[in-house]
Nanobody, 117 residues
Framework: QVQLVESGGGLVQPGGSLRLSCAASGFTFSWCDMSWYRQAPGKERELVAF????????NYADSVKGRFTISRDNAKNTVSLQMNSLKPEDAAVYYC??????????WGQGTQVTVSS
């Protein structure tokens, strides 16, 4: 019943842009902090961006600061990640994650981002 479904991944050239979206259902989305993580082959999953339940606070990994923007629409139960000036090192599977205090996190299945010329 609980679902997080990512979309928007694909192939982009270095310097290009992509916008990822995550659609949530089956839980109280507005109570949850949301995050985007990414995982490249052979590497650990890493936090990319965070947004609080109300959207009032955001945090970014140093490697994406100034290039990526996280946002949410609680009326639509969605969280997005706008990615600009993409680099080859940004290539990974991107996952959205929902966190609520006292409960286990929910994870999406991920969407592939490939950055190649």
């Amino acid at each position: 019943q609980v679902q997080l479904v990512e979309s928007g991944g694909g192939l982009v050239q270095p310097g290009g842009s992509l916008r990822l979206s995550c659609a949530a259902s089956g839980f109280t989305f507005s109570w949850c902090d949301m995050s985007w993580y990414r995982q490249a082959p052979g590497k650990e999953r890493e936090l990319v961006a965070f947004i609080s339940n109300t959207g009032g606070s955001t945090n970014y990994a140093d490697s994406v600061k100034g290039r990526f923007t996280i946002s949410r629409d609680n009326a639509k139960n969605t969280v997005s990640l706008q990615m600009n000036s993409l680099k080859p090192e940004d290539a990974a599977v991107y996952y959205c994650k929902a966190d609520r205090f006292g409960l286990n996190a929910h994870w999406g299945q991920g969407t592939q981002v490939t950055v190649s010329s």
